[in-house]
């Protein structure tokens, strides 16, 4: 504690002045106190030959005297060095009592160059001058930032002048708390003649430091802190310097956070009200009014009995109570729309529904109290007649396999936990971001528009040979590799916009691959990264192509959504490729064999298979034993196999794969009057669409399938009973019968032969040394047949963990981290389609860095409609900032407005891989001017050989508006379109099993008519209410399980592609007799006729759907619409990509081709 206490006093200002002292002895007047006078400061002033010394007691009362000598020999010392100029500054050195009635004091006197007054001074210390500090002093005694601008206060800053209070020591921030800096003085070392009347340049002494004082970008800085003696230079005088100072902590960080209280300060006066984060706070507090609003609005039912519905736990029926048709009607009119609405069982009303307690008026969601523990479901039938509401009950984790059980009577009213949870999540966040509360002060400065920037470090190379490999193309390219040095090197945030095809997942999987090498050997590198989007499935896209040092990331979700697949895959390929290590040698396939066949023996003694499976089993096995057993084995094995192989045949039955999918959809069909008025003649349908290929249903039972397919009457069909037979009896026929011919019985002569061959391997691998191959077995098996443990193994030893910006900070993720928050780097792909207030979530949570993918050409973040209608009608300004993009907003900033020193944090990428060269050109010059896209990849690479389009990438396939117009309300669609789109399909699609084909619209009324189409072209199947292509479109050529076509809007198709995209336009009605000067901005009808183009091209006109839609294709895009519609002079100029393709297709161009209208597949 001795040695703390000494490193906390200030350093005295005696022991800082720098050169020899002069020392003089003279009288102590008996009427000075002599007590505490050593090592008081004492003013000496000459008034012609008379020298005065004052001294300041202990008490604060000052007392001045003559000054005289204790011998001749100290008047003339003192005499030389104390002139009227004041420039000398004396202190008590030593007392001599030892004379009776005499005192005799000791003067240590130094000589100044000067005493001057600088009025205010702030000086700031950098991380050069605080590590300095810090390295003096010494770890111990100086631990952060913080201790180190308190011992540079102590050993530089002197108390004031006597007379004054001098506090024992001072703390950073003294000077803030007492409302201005205090007094002090500062020793400083000056050339001769160096006018010091105001801050110069200069060096500053104290204790057994020296620090030199410099402006820097117009504030004044300590430089060079360093271990010095106290004798100046030969050319050096001492000065004096009276300043009010303040010492402040310079460091990137502490400038950071000073930056990030100041745009706080603004916010919270009023002053920022319009800022970017301002603005997204007023628009959250509204969200939350609204949800609460939407749950009062829907209101709720009574109901005084459930049961489960068919026989399932699944579905549950509530019998409701009289009252409230109407909210009947409308959860009958939603689900009839498809759209989904989720309810709430509970006992007791919420106080907004009617039930105990009060709530405020300008409450929220978040405010409202919920019971806990309620069940869930989404509403899947509503019967007015009947007053019934089927729900699905969601299971929740711990109640995955048992029934679900709501309360006996109760209500249902709106479910909203789910977004409570979302608002909770974002309103963490705010707050997070708004006390402070995060690691990167820098972050709130930059999303109000304020190009802060952080410490840079020492900067990491680029590339590495495993990053290299991330690329498929061997190596990045120019941008790639720019981006990749940007997003590692950043101190804080780096933005890379990516146009379609030019590789950003790439390019996300080689920074993983960097991080992690980087960070490998002073980190811990486990699960250190995040990767985030804004839904599900981009996070599924985003880790299927993600592994570093070989592990896959990990995606994490609450409730288990989303795929697995790449786990899977990354199982299967690991498991691969050990067994072909293995078995490229004798003994590596011996012990392969000795495991598999006694696994298949165990397995056939405890679970006989079918005769046929048995079959495969024994040829597998005599492949794998092969030149391992003796032949006599070998041949009794094949003797088997032949024989069983002969039984299967004649029998006459062969499995067929469909079976499976077959009996589903008998088992799906609806026998109950409740049920078939639900789906009934979709099921049916479906049902019949499947017996088609099977033999297994006769005419009859056709018949009253396809009775039931098309059965459109009211109340309950007259052949219920009769289905319910025909359903049976089908099931009779694809089960039963099937398992009598083939159910399963073990033999002995089988069982015996597989011991046989067990043991003769085993025997053979004794004789040999194969220790490795045993373990690596046991690693094979361990992946293989324990997909739980290996989960758990990646949860712990993952680089990457991967989760929705709203997962980011749910307990699931927490838990995988041990319940740590925060993560080194957080990675945002698909950045632009996020919702600012969800963006914040994953971004509050990064400590070091944030790379921000995306690209605001494309799709945008969707806004609340309630609050956006609000505020279109109140606040445009505010609304037109709300739709502006966070991640547009900040490419904008860190690629053009940023003014800080340091490498610029924003790239773009400009090499597209995806198109064919004329599309890739056609995209940057529609949507990415100033610079367009580069298409490295030559044209014969995207070949499509499709007959009918001479081998051209882009194609218009017109449908004038005489085939047939536009139809519907908000939702358009064109029947027209469809059915020209299902013909082109149908000509190409079998023909070409190697391609895929996307059909996108803008329109969900559209897409749900294209389907129809393809389903009556043979193209698709019902599925349910919804439909999907049929089994031939689901696999490729080699069989291999291949989605080779989709149809989605275009929300649903960003970040996927096609070889062959369709675009359906849908949008035809003939123009008005418009002057087309109308178009020009500055004629008085031009209101007219922006009014026309809004309601006759829609979503058309938004150049960002209109990137997404047509740049989805490789090798071919056709576009499917009414021509007219964009090549008259009355076409605006939003629909120019439009216009533009049309011109590529049309005649002279030999870039594209106009096809027939109208011709047939």
């Given at each position: 504690?001795?040695?703390?206490?000494?490193?906390?006093?200030?350093?005295?200002?005696?022991?800082?002045?720098?050169?020899?002292?002069?020392?003089?002895?003279?009288?102590?007047?008996?009427?000075?106190?002599?007590?505490?006078?050593?090592?008081?400061?004492?003013?000496?002033?000459?008034?012609?030959?008379?020298?005065?010394?004052?001294?300041?007691?202990?008490?604060?009362?000052?007392?001045?005297?003559?000054?005289?000598?204790?011998?001749?020999?100290?008047?003339?010392?003192?005499?030389?060095?104390?002139?009227?100029?004041?420039?000398?500054?004396?202190?008590?050195?030593?007392?001599?009592?030892?004379?009776?009635?005499?005192?005799?004091?000791?003067?240590?006197?130094?000589?100044?160059?000067?005493?001057?007054?600088?009025?205010?001074?702030?000086?700031?210390?950098?991380?050069?001058?605080?590590?300095?500090?810090?390295?003096?002093?010494?770890?111990?005694?100086?631990?952060?930032?913080?201790?180190?601008?308190?011992?540079?206060?102590?050993?530089?800053?002197?108390?004031?002048?006597?007379?004054?209070?001098?506090?024992?020591?001072?703390?950073?921030?003294?000077?803030?708390?007492?409302?201005?800096?205090?007094?002090?003085?500062?020793?400083?070392?000056?050339?001769?003649?160096?006018?010091?009347?105001?801050?110069?340049?200069?060096?500053?002494?104290?204790?057994?430091?020296?620090?030199?004082?410099?402006?820097?970008?117009?504030?004044?800085?300590?430089?060079?802190?360093?271990?010095?003696t106290r004798s100046a230079r030969e050319h050096e005088r001492t000065a004096l310097i009276d300043v009010r100072i303040e010492l402040f902590d310079a460091t990137v960080k502490a400038g950071l956070k000073r930056q990030m209280r100041e745009e706080l300060s603004r916010l919270g006066s009023g002053e920022g009200e319009q800022t970017f984060m301002a603005v997204w706070r007023r628009y959250h507090e509204l969200e939350n009014r609204y949800a609460l609003r939407r749950m009062r609005d829907l209101g709720f039912l009574e109901y005084t009995r459930w049961s489960y519905l068919d026989d399932t736990e699944?579905?549950?029926?509530?019998?409701?109570?009289?009252?409230?048709?109407?909210?009947?009607?409308?959860?009958?009119?939603?689900?009839?729309?498809?759209?989904?609405?989720?309810?709430?069982?509970?006992?007791?009303?919420?106080?907004?529904?009617?039930?105990?307690?009060?709530?405020?008026?300008?409450?929220?969601?978040?405010?409202?109290?919920?019971?806990?523990?309620?069940?869930?479901?989404?509403?899947?039938?509503?019967?007015?007649?009947?007053?019934?509401?089927?729900?699905?009950?969601?299971?929740?984790?711990?109640?995955?396999?048992?029934?679900?059980?709501?309360?006996?009577?109760?209500?249902?009213?709106?479910?909203?936990?789910?977004?409570?949870?979302?608002?909770?999540?974002?309103?963490?966040?705010?707050?997070?971001?708004?006390?402070?509360?995060?690691?990167?002060?820098?972050?709130?400065?930059?999303?109000?528009?304020?190009?802060?920037?952080?410490?840079?470090?020492?900067?990491v190379p680029a590339m590495s040979p495993a990053a290299e490999k991330c690329f498929a193309q061997g190596r990045p390219n120019k941008e790639q590799e720019l981006a990749l040095r940007t997003a590692l090197n950043t101190p804080d945030i780096a933005v890379v916009q990516g146009p379609p095809g030019t590789g950003k997942t790439q390019l996300i999987a080689a920074l993983q691959v960097r991080l992690a090498e980087e960070g490998r050997g002073h980190a811990v590198v486990s699960r250190s990264m995040l990767l985030t989007s804004y839904q599900h499935a981009a996070v599924d896209n985003l880790v299927e192509?993600?592994?570093?040092?070989?592990?896959?990331?990990?995606?994490?979700?609450?409730?288990?959504?989303?795929?697995?697949?790449?786990?899977?895959?990354?199982?299967?390929?690991?498991?691969?490729?050990?067994?072909?290590?293995?078995?490229?040698?004798?003994?590596?396939?011996?012990?392969?064999?000795?495991?598999?066949?006694?696994?298949?023996?165990?397995?056939?003694?405890?679970?006989?298979?079918?005769?046929?499976?048995?079959?495969?089993?024994?040829?597998?096995?005599?492949?794998?034993?092969?030149?391992?057993?003796?032949?006599?084995?070998?041949?009794?094995?094949?003797?088997?196999?032949?024989?069983?192989?002969?039984?299967?045949?004649?029998?006459?039955?062969?499995?067929?794969?469909?079976?499976?999918?077959?009996?589903?959809?008998?088992?799906?069909?609806?026998?109950?009057?409740?049920?078939?008025?639900?789906?009934?003649?979709?099921?049916?349908?479906?049902?019949?669409?499947?017996?088609?290929?099977?033999?297994?249903?006769?005419?009859?039972?056709?018949?009253?399938?396809?009775?039931?397919?098309?059965?459109?009457?009211?109340?309950?069909?007259?052949?219920?009973?009769?289905?319910?037979?025909?359903?049976?009896?089908l099931l009779d026929r694809l089960t039963d019968r099937a398992d009598r011919l083939f159910r399963p019985a073990a033999r002995a002569d089988v069982a015996d032969l597989l011991n046989e061959i067990v043991d003769e391997l085993d025997a053979r691998r004794r004789e040999t040394a194969e220790g490795v191959h045993v373990a690596l077995l046991e690693y094979l098996e361990a992946l293989d047949g324990d997909p739980e443990a290996v989960l758990a193994t990646l949860r712990l030893y993952t680089t990457s963990l991967a989760a929705t910006c709203q997962q980011a900070d749910s307990r699931a993720v927490q838990?995988?981290?041990?319940?740590?928050?925060?993560?080194?780097?957080?990675?945002?792909?698909?950045?632009?389609?996020?919702?600012?207030?969800?963006?914040?979530?994953?971004?509050?949570?990064?400590?070091?860095?944030?790379?921000?993918?995306?690209?605001?050409?494309?799709?945008?973040?969707?806004?609340?409609?309630?609050?956006?209608?609000?505020?279109?009608?109140?606040?445009?300004?505010?609304?037109?900032?709300?739709?502006?993009?966070?991640?547009?907003?900040?490419?904008?900033?860190?690629?053009?407005?940023?003014?800080?020193?340091?490498?610029?944090?924003?790239?773009?990428?400009?090499?597209?891989?995806?198109?064919?060269?004329?599309?890739?050109?056609?995209?940057?010059?529609?949507?990415?001017?100033?610079?367009?896209?580069?298409?490295?990849?030559?044209?014969?690479?995207?070949?499509?050989?499709?007959?009918?389009?001479?081998?051209?990438?882009?194609?218009?396939?017109?449908?004038?508006?005489?085939?047939?117009?536009?139809?519907?309300?908000?939702?358009?669609?064109?029947?027209?379109?469809?059915?020209?789109?299902?013909?082109?399909?149908?000509?190409?699609?079998?023909?070409?099993?190697?391609?895929?084909?996307?059909?996108?619209?803008?329109?969900?009324?559209?897409?749900?008519?294209?389907?129809?189409?393809?389903?009556?072209?043979?193209?698709?199947?019902?599925?349910?209410?919804?439909?999907?292509?049929?089994?031939?479109?689901?696999?490729?050529?080699?069989?291999?399980?291949?989605?080779?076509?989709?149809?989605?809007?275009?929300?649903?198709?960003?970040?996927?592609?096609?070889?062959?995209?369709?675009?359906?336009?849908?949008?035809?009605?003939?123009?008005?007799?418009?002057?087309?000067?109308?178009?020009?901005?500055?004629?008085?009808?031009?209101?007219?006729?922006?009014?026309?183009?809004?309601?006759?091209?829609?979503?058309?006109?938004?150049?960002?759907?209109?990137?997404?839609?047509?740049?989805?294709?490789?090798?071919?895009?056709?576009?499917?619409?009414?021509?007219?519609?964009?090549?008259?002079?009355?076409?605006?100029?939003?629909?120019?990509?439009?216009?533009?393709?049309?011109?590529?297709?049309?005649?002279?161009?030999?870039?594209?081709?106009?096809?027939?209208?109208?011709?047939?597949?």
């Open positions: 504690m001795a040695a703390r206490r000494a490193h906390d006093r200030p350093v005295p200002l005696a022991d800082a002045l720098p050169g020899a002292p002069t020392f003089a002895w003279v009288e102590l007047p008996g009427a000075v106190p002599a007590d505490g006078i050593v090592g008081r400061e004492v003013v000496l002033a000459r008034f012609g030959p008379t020298l005065t010394a004052s001294h300041t007691g202990p008490d604060g009362s000052v007392h001045e005297h003559p000054v005289r000598g204790r011998t001749g020999g100290d008047d003339d010392a003192l005499r030389t060095v104390v002139t009227e100029n004041d420039h000398v500054i004396a202190f008590a050195d030593d007392l001599d009592e030892g004379e009776p009635r005499r005192r005799w004091l000791r003067l240590r006197v130094h000589e100044l160059a000067g005493r001057f007054d600088w009025g205010e001074l702030r000086v700031g210390a950098d991380e050069a001058a605080l590590g300095s500090a810090r390295s003096i002093a010494g770890d111990r005694q100086v631990r952060g930032w913080k201790d180190a601008l308190g011992w540079l206060e102590r050993q530089l800053l002197f108390p004031e002048p006597p007379g004054g209070p001098s506090p024992p020591t001072a703390t950073p921030g003294d000077a803030a708390r007492r409302g201005g800096p205090r007094p002090r003085r500062l020793v400083a070392l000056v050339a001769p003649g160096q006018d010091m009347a105001e801050p110069v340049p200069c060096r500053l002494v104290g204790g057994d430091i020296v620090a030199t004082l410099r402006k820097q970008n117009g504030e004044w800085r300590l430089r060079q802190v360093h271990r010095e699944d579905v549950v029926r509530f019998e409701i109570a009289g009252g409230r048709d109407g909210l009947l009607r409308r959860l009958r009119e939603e689900v009839g729309a498809g759209h989904e609405t989720e309810l709430e069982c509970t006992v007791q009303l919420p106080e907004i529904l009617g039930g105990s307690g009060r709530v405020e008026r300008d409450a929220g969601l978040l405010e409202l109290e919920l019971a806990k523990g309620n069940e869930t479901g989404e509403v899947v039938h509503a019967d007015v007649e009947s007053r019934t509401v089927d729900m699905r009950l969601v299971r929740r984790g711990g109640d995955a396999d048992g029934p679900v059980m709501p309360p006996a009577q109760g209500f249902l009213h709106a479910a909203v936990r789910g977004d409570r949870r979302r608002l909770d999540r974002r309103n963490r966040a705010l707050e997070r971001l708004l006390q402070g509360r995060i690691p990167l002060p820098q972050l709130l400065p930059l999303l109000q528009g304020v190009p802060a920037r952080g410490k840079e470090r020492r900067p192509r993600s592994t570093v040092w070989d592990l896959p990331s990990m995606k994490i979700d609450s409730r288990n959504r989303g795929s697995t697949a790449h786990i899977d895959n990354w199982r299967t390929a690991t498991v691969r490729a050990l067994r072909e290590e293995m078995g490229g040698t004798p003994d590596g396939r011996r012990t392969l064999a000795m495991r598999d066949v006694a696994r298949r023996a165990a397995e056939y003694g405890t679970a006989p298979v079918p005769a046929e499976e048995l079959v495969r089993w024994l040829d597998g096995i005599a492949g794998q034993v092969r030149g391992l057993v003796p032949d006599e084995l070998l041949g009794r094995l094949e003797q088997i196999a032949t024989g069983l192989r002969a039984a299967t045949r004649a029998s006459g039955l062969q499995a067929d794969h469909r079976r499976e999918s077959t009996l589903r959809a008998v088992r799906g069909i609806r026998c109950e009057p409740i049920s078939f008025g639900d789906d009934g003649p979709l099921m049916a349908a479906a049902a019949l669409d499947h017996l088609d290929r099977l033999p297994a249903a006769d005419e009859a039972h056709r018949e009253l399938l396809d009775r039931a397919a098309d059965w459109d009457g009211d109340g309950t069909p007259p052949f219920l009973d009769e289905l319910t037979a025909v359903r049976d009896e838990d995988v981290k041990d319940g740590e928050r925060l993560f080194d780097t957080v990675i945002v792909d698909e950045a632009a389609r996020a919702n600012p207030l969800d963006l914040l979530i994953p971004l509050t949570l990064a400590a070091r860095r944030v790379i921000l993918v995306g690209d605001q050409n494309q799709l945008p973040h969707m806004l609340e409609p309630d609050v956006e209608r609000e505020l279109r009608s109140d606040a445009v300004s505010e609304l037109a900032t709300l739709r502006e993009s966070l991640f547009g907003r900040m490419f904008t900033l860190l690629h053009n407005g940023d003014d800080t020193p340091g490498p610029r944090r924003a790239v773009r990428l400009r090499e597209q891989y995806r198109m064919h060269p004329v599309l890739g050109t056609f995209v940057g010059d529609n949507f990415y001017p100033g610079g367009g896209l580069d298409s490295p990849r030559p044209a014969e690479q995207f070949a499509h050989r499709l007959d009918g389009y001479g081998g051209r990438p882009a194609a218009w396939l017109p449908v004038p508006h005489a085939a047939g117009g536009e139809h519907g309300g908000q939702s358009k669609s064109r029947t027209a379109e469809a059915v020209a789109i299902a013909r082109e399909l149908r000509r190409h699609i079998r023909a070409r099993p190697d391609l895929t084909f996307g059909v996108i619209s803008f329109y969900g009324a559209q897409v749900r008519l294209i389907w129809e189409q393809l389903f009556r072209e043979g193209l698709a199947e019902r599925e349910g209410p919804s439909y999907r292509p049929v089994e031939e479109l689901r696999r490729d050529g080699d069989g291999v399980e291949r989605d080779r076509l989709q149809v989605g809007t275009v929300d649903a198709f960003q970040g996927k592609q096609f070889d062959v995209a369709l675009l359906s336009v849908t949008r035809s009605s003939p123009p008005p007799p418009f002057d087309p000067a109308l178009r020009d901005p500055a004629h008085p009808g031009h209101a007219q006729y922006e009014e026309w183009t809004r309601r006759a091209y829609g979503h058309l006109m938004l150049a960002n759907r209109m990137c997404v839609a047509m740049s989805r294709q490789e090798r071919l895009l056709v576009v499917v619409g009414d021509a007219a519609m964009f090549t008259s002079a009355l076409a605006p100029e939003r629909v120019r990509p439009l216009s533009e393709f049309h011109r590529l297709c049309a005649p002279p161009s030999a870039s594209g081709v106009l096809l027939e209208p109208g011709r047939r597949g």
